[in-house]
Every structure is written in structure tokens, then in C-alpha cells.
């Protein structure tokens, strides 16, 4: 950590640290002299406390630097999933990630989260992400009366999709995910985890028409249990593990 | 742009067995039940070759020609063959649905697996099966045991 102390640090005072952001930038309309689409890694250098994250560098740089940098964010808390980009080769939220934690010594490289094509600097079309979740059909599906009160289930009943309710729709895990990259047909991982949240909740009774679909060429077969989900997300779901819970009740036929 | 939901139908509730019979799955199977066969199947190929008796000094014609004198190495090599090929092979494909993306490159290189993989297999079950242990008019110092009664 490079601490810039010119005065003796006060008491309860954050220490402060220089650190450089290296993003890289794509410019669709040719600004500056630019081609139209050129890409290009450019470094940016803020002061920034040591609880600063990710996010709030980024915002540094747009407010006060370059305006023109453009990003995705909405709550800035780790809710909403906004901010999912590469940062230090690794897909995060920039509002979960501390500075500190990304040895701020060398510069911080930013890049857009990998698999979906580049609308501008860091932002994606999450489109083909979202066609993929939709495909999947993630709303409750019955038949029979809507019943006068809620739906009932036992606390291990629920436990059973339990991590999958966590999904914030970041796509950190699916632009990680190496068959993702190269094959371009499959869902990905989101999409699976969305779907097993539907399939093993004893409420919904939809779940063959999931797993038929998941059966497809482009659905779970094609998970070669690289792990790179997992590790991606986070909001810490173990989503190669719901992969294989999906893949087990498609061997055996049964939920 | 925005492509619309999926229409609400009622959903099927029992097991759909036509989904369930879908190549994707058995092809899944396949690779990890093979997987495991093969492990097995390896291991004894390269212990009772490669370790047991004189270990590597014992390979000549003479120990290849006596192990597939035998029915039961024939169906051992036999089945080893044709699963690591398929296993291979079904690797291969994947890899080939990843990386090639022109639909025409695809389908060449899928046929070509496909043409490769049936040649092998059937090259090597005739080797297995019209092999001839002791071949006429060669050095007797150079064939197996067996051929000492003929």
C-alpha cells in the first residue's frame, strides 16, 4: 500500500492511498480523433481511502477526470447487480471489492465482464444474458385454483433452492463461465441457477418443462464443471453444485 | 429488440420420458460410466504389460502374438479400443461444437472425426480378431509357445 502521509495522520483518520486504475475503453462513436469502435487500455491515477472500493475510484474518475468513461451502477450496496466487471482478471462487483484487498501498489487493471459484445468502456449488452433467463421461464407456474392464502412450504423444502434465491442477475458467473466464451449457443450458468430455483421448490410445478429445456443442446450438458461460477460469484452461490443437482435429476428422473 | 415472455400454458407435472431419452444426456452418461471402465481397463493393460513378469523387456512379437492368441485379451483389446475411441471421439466433438463456429467448418471436421474414429476401430478389430500368431516360415526363437504344437 503506497500511504501518502504529508501530516502526521489524525486519530480515527482512514489513511489515504494513491492508486492507479488501468480500464480498458471502447469508443463506438470516435471521439478525440479516435477510430469508431477502437478499443484501448487507458490509466487513470486517484487518491482513495483504504475503505474506498472499486466503485468509488471509478466514480472519482468520472466525476472529476473524464466524464466520458461510462459504467453501469445502481445501488452501489452489492444488490442490484449493476457493476459486475473484470477487475484484476477476475469477474467482481466494483462495489464489493476494497482497494486495499487488490494490492493497490500496481496499477488495477478494469475491464468489461468477457462473452457479451461491449456497448461502451465497461458497460455490455446484457441482452443475449437476459434472453437466456427469460428462456428458461423463471415465474412460479401451477394449475389448479389460486389459493385464498399464501402457499405453504416446510422450512426443508425450502432449504433445498435456498442458495439459488440469492441470484442477483450480475452475469458474473455466465461471462466467466469458458464454454460461455466460445460456444455461443449456451445458456449459461444464470440460467440454470434461475431455473433450479423454480425446479426444486415444491410450490412450482413447472419443473419438467425446465428440464426439458435444460436437456436441450444448449442447456446442462454442455457444463464441463470448470468451476469458474462458483468462484465468481458474489453473492457466494455454489453454482456448479446446482448445476450438478439439476444434471442428477435429469439422470434420474426424479426431483 | 426486446424479445417477449414465453406464453403461459399449464405446466406437465410427470416425468417426460422423451425428454429424458435425448442424445445430449446419454452422450454425458456415456463419457463418465466409459470413464471409469476405462480407468480400470488401462491400469490392467499396462500392469500385465508393463510391470508384472520382466516388465518392459518382456515386449517382443512373441508376448504380443501369445496375449492375442487368447479370447479373453482379444475381448479385453476390443473393448478398450472401441471405448476410448468413442470417448475420445465424443470429446473431440465437443470441442468441436465449442471452436468452430462457421457451420460448414463445423460440419467438416465433425465428419472427418466421425470417418476417422470408424476406421480405427474397425482397423483394429480386425487386427484383434484375424491375427495370426504364428506365421509361416518365420523364426521359431521369435514366436510364442503355442505355436510349438502346430
Excluded at chain 1, 480498458?24 to 475503505?51: K, N, Q
Excluded at chain 1, 444448449?218 to 460469484?233: D, H, I, L, P, S
Excluded at chain 2, 422423451?18 to 493393460?45: E, K, M, N, Y
Aim: with cysteine.
Amino acid at each position: 500500500m503506497t500511504a501518502t502521509a504529508e501530516a502526521p495522520a489524525k486519530a480515527g483518520a482512514v489513511p489515504s492511498m494513491t492508486v492507479t486504475l488501468k480500464i480498458l475503453r471502447f469508443d463506438p462513436d470516435g471521439l478525440d480523433g479516435r477510430e469508431p469502435g477502437s478499443e484501448y487500455w487507458e490509466e487513470f491515477t486517484v487518491e482513495a481511502h483504504a475503505t474506498d472500493r472499486v466503485l468509488d475510484a471509478l466514480h472519482k474518475i468520472k466525476w472529476d477526470i473524464d466524464g466520458t468513461l461510462a459504467f453501469r451502477r445502481s445501488c452501489a450496496h452489492g444488490v442490484c447487480g449493476s457493476d459486475a466487471m473484470r477487475i484484476n482478471a477476475r469477474n467482481r462487483l466494483a462495489c464489493k471489492t476494497l482497494l486495499k484487498d487488490l494490492n493497490p501498489a500496481r496499477p488495477i487493471t478494469v475491464e468489461p465482464i468477457k462473452g457479451l459484445p461491449v456497448e461502451k468502456d465497461l458497460i455490455v449488452d446484457m441482452e443475449p444474458f437476459f434472453a437466456s433467463y427469460r428462456e428458461i421461464m423463471p415465474f412460479l407456474m401451477t394449475s389448479g385454483p389460486t389459493p385464498e392464502r399464501e402457499r405453504l412450504q416446510s422450512p426443508e423444502d425450502r432449504a433445498k433452492f435456498d442458495d439459488t434465491t440469492k441470484c442477483i442477475l450480475c452475469a458474473a458467473c455466465t461471462t466467466s463461465c469458458p464454454v460461455f466464451w466460445t460456444d455461443g449457443q449456451y445458456f449459461g450458468p444464470q440460467a440454470i441457477v434461475g431455473a433450479h430455483r423454480f425446479i426444486f421448490d415444491s410450490r412450482d410445478e413447472g419443473e419438467w418443462d425446465r428440464l426439458e429445456i435444460l436437456n436441450d443442446k444448449a442447456g446442462v450438458w454442455k457444463c464441463r464443471t470448470a468451476f469458474n461460477c462458483t468462484e465468481a460469484c458474489p453473492r457466494g452461490i455454489e453454482v456448479t453444485k446446482a448445476i450438478s443437482e439439476v444434471k442428477r435429476a435429469l439422470t434420474t428422473g426424479t426431483v | 429488440m426486446m424479445a417477449q415472455a414465453p406464453d403461459l400454458t399449464a405446466p406437465k407435472r410427470p416425468v417426460s420420458h422423451s425428454t429424458l431419452g435425448r442424445a445430449q444426456r446419454w452422450s454425458w452418461i456415456f463419457q463418465r460410466v466409459s470413464g471409469v471402465v476405462l480407468i480400470v481397463l488401462i491400469f490392467t493393460h499396462l500392469f500385465i504389460n508393463l510391470w508384472s513378469g520382466d516388465g518392459i523387456n518382456q515386449i517382443d512379437f512373441a508376448f504380443v502374438a501369445g496375449k492375442l492368441a487368447s479370447p479373453f485379451w482379444q475381448w479385453f483389446d476390443f473393448l478398450m479400443l472401441t471405448l476410448a475411441m468413442i470417448h475420445g471421439a465424443n470429446g473431440m466433438r465437443m470441442v468441436i461444437d465449442d471452436y468452430a463456429r462457421k457451420p460448414a467448418w463445423r460440419a467438416t471436421l465433425q465428419w472427418a472425426l466421425r470417418i476417422a474414429t470408424v476406421v480405427i476401430v474397425v482397423l483394429g478389430t480386425l487386427v484383434l480378431f484375424t491375427f495370426d500368431p504364428c506365421p509361416a516360415d518365420a523364426d521359431p526363437s521369435l514366436l510364442p509357445s503355442i505355436c510349438e504344437d502346430i
